[in-house]
């Protein structure tokens, strides 16, 4: 099965830098690849989807990026914000097209 | 906002007990998933759906089983609850095309928190 690994020690930056965050994958080699945003208590939300054949997506202050060679995703938060604070998800899709998920990486903005 | 809904949000049973945990999507999907999630811990596949009478086992063992009887409802239902089983529960459903194309993005619902005595 896949393993998804990001950054397991937990992010604090401060207010208006930016974040990166990191998710490394074995195995084969998917067709693409996912980040959501989980708040405590809350299911996580969808913030971007990244397919194979794309080497970088952004949305707003979000970029990612995707390197199959290296089987590496990166997460660019730019202009980070104290609300920007959460637990950030990869996800790849297995050979069965089920999603799985990493342990995430908890981010603090500080003010 | 997703138009996703699990309930109970909260729930406390006593040891023994049979439980059944509801979710419903007004989206029209036909993928649904049922994760487990303890507090700070990464997220378990335990259940999956690619539609009506389909039902698979995720990669994390559960003495759960699940039903789909109708697109929109995915219950998850424990026979008898132990404090083993206290955690979180997440459904989610997400649109499928296919296995060129894979799933679109996955919605969650807000979860049910479950706690066994």
Redesign the interface.
């Known amino acids: 099965?896949q393993k998804i690994e990001q950054n397991s020690e937990a992010l604090n930056i401060q207010e208006g830098k930016t974040a990166t965050l990191t998710c490394n994958y074995t195995n084969y080699s998917p067709?693409?690849l996912?980040w959501?945003r989980q708040d405590p208590?809350?299911?996580?939300?969808?913030l971007l989807?990244i397919r194979e054949n794309e080497k970088e997506k952004r949305k707003e202050r979000l970029k990612v990026t995707f390197d199959t060679t290296l089987k590496q995703s990166l997460f660019h938060i730019t202009a980070s914000q104290p609300a920007d604070s959460a637990t950030y998800?990869c996800?790849l899709?297995n050979t069965g097209?089920?999603?799985?998920?990493?342990?995430?990486t908890s981010l603090t903005v500080i003010p | 906002e997703?138009d996703i809904y699990q309930t109970p949000r909260y729930l406390v049973i006593g040891t023994g007990k049979k439980i059944t945990l509801e979710c419903s999507q007004t989206m029209g999907h036909d993928k649904m998933?049922w994760?487990q999630q303890d507090p700070g811990?990464?997220?378990h596949?335990i259940h999956?759906s690619y539609g009506v009478n389909s039902t698979e086992k995720?990669?994390l063992s559960s003495e759960s089983t699940v039903s789909r009887i109708r697109t929109e409802h995915f219950p998850l239902t424990l026979e008898s609850a132990r404090p083993s089983h206290t955690s979180?529960y997440?459904c989610?459903s997400?649109e499928?095309r296919g296995?060129s194309s894979?799933?679109?993005?996955?919605?969650?619902?807000?979860?049910t928190?479950l706690t066994v005595v």
């Open positions: 099965s067709a693409y996912q959501y208590g809350r299911g996580p939300v969808f989807l998800l996800a899709p097209n089920q999603f799985y998920f990493g342990t995430g | 997703a998933y994760y811990m990464e997220l596949l999956y995720g990669d979180q997440l989610a997400s499928y296995l894979g799933n679109t993005e996955a919605f969650f619902g807000q979860g928190r």
